[in-house]
């Protein structure tokens, strides 16, 4: 079975969208679902996906860092453009409180605003969370119910934090982070009681490369998604296709594929 990178940066400068996607295929990474964290790039990963749909997915959405920049004008957009062919989540989008780049009660209106809008359409959500867990989860708790799910991507939390996803019936994006010996511990904690059915693996790439990975490059790239799965099955003491399998069938499980 090949592997589905649930969570990829395409629209970096880093990444060349052609010599990404082919490499990622040599690697046995053969599905990509494109982050989208601004308006600037719905167009973009519109486009990116009519090229090649049989590979990619995308999200429409709003991180926090950037919503600042939200306008009344970019929700009758997203609406318009989230029932397309193609979108498969509204995200990213939740609050981050580590970097503050917009005013905390400003992510937290225009978060609310994508759970709004996935509820009335009936998607799940792609969601950022940084040092406000607490304020998330109250938010979730109101909408989750009425939505089909979503996925705490990139998860860097510790086992508490993810029970209480789970609990709210997300599934656990992970990544290098896992692969970090410094920053990682609390994650390696976790995934050991992470349930295969809720285990969705992402590169979140150009970021977080897998510090395990020799020789270290300065950018990540999802051909390096197997290298994040063995680092996970090793640590759980599982076998590898185990992991790859799980992840590729609950990627398509959530994005409704």
């Not at 992402?202 to 990975?213: I, Q, S």
Request: some cysteine; overall charge negative.
């Amino acid at each position: 079975m090949p592997w589905f990178d649930a969570g990829v940066n395409l629209f970096d400068d880093r990444m060349p969208a052609e010599q990404t996607i082919t490499l990622a295929a040599q690697a046995g990474v053969d599905r990509l679902c494109l982050i989208t964290t601004h308006p600037d790039e719905w167009e973009v990963a519109e486009q990116l996906y009519l090229q090649h749909p049989d590979k990619l997915c995308y999200t429409l959405g709003i991180h926090p860092h950037h919503a600042k920049d939200a306008r009344p004008e970019h929700w009758d957009i997203l609406i318009e453009k989230a029932i397309l062919p193609g979108v498969v989540a509204i995200g990213e989008c939740g609050l981050d409180y580590n970097r503050d780049f917009s005013p905390r009660e400003v992510q937290r209106s225009v978060f609310e605003r994508q759970l709004s809008i996935a509820t009335e359409l009936k998607k799940p959500v792609y969601l950022h969370e940084r040092d406000a867990f607490d304020h998330q989860h109250q938010l979730l708790a109101q909408y989750l119910p009425a939505l089909p799910g979503g996925i705490a991507h990139c998860f860097t939390g510790d086992a508490v934090q993810m029970k209480s996803y789970l609990a709210l019936g997300l599934y656990i994006g992970v990544t290098g982070w896992l692969c970090d010996e410094r920053r990682g511990s609390s994650l390696r904690d976790a995934v050991q009681q992470l349930p295969l059915e809720r285990l969705i693996l992402e590169t979140d790439a150009p970021y977080l490369y897998p510090k395990t990975l020799k020789p270290r490059r300065r950018n990540n790239t999802p051909a390096n998604l197997p290298h994040i799965g063995q680092a996970l099955a090793t640590l759980v003491k599982q076998e590898l296709e185990i992991i790859e399998q799980a992840s590729y069938t609950n990627s398509l499980t959530l994005f409704n594929l």
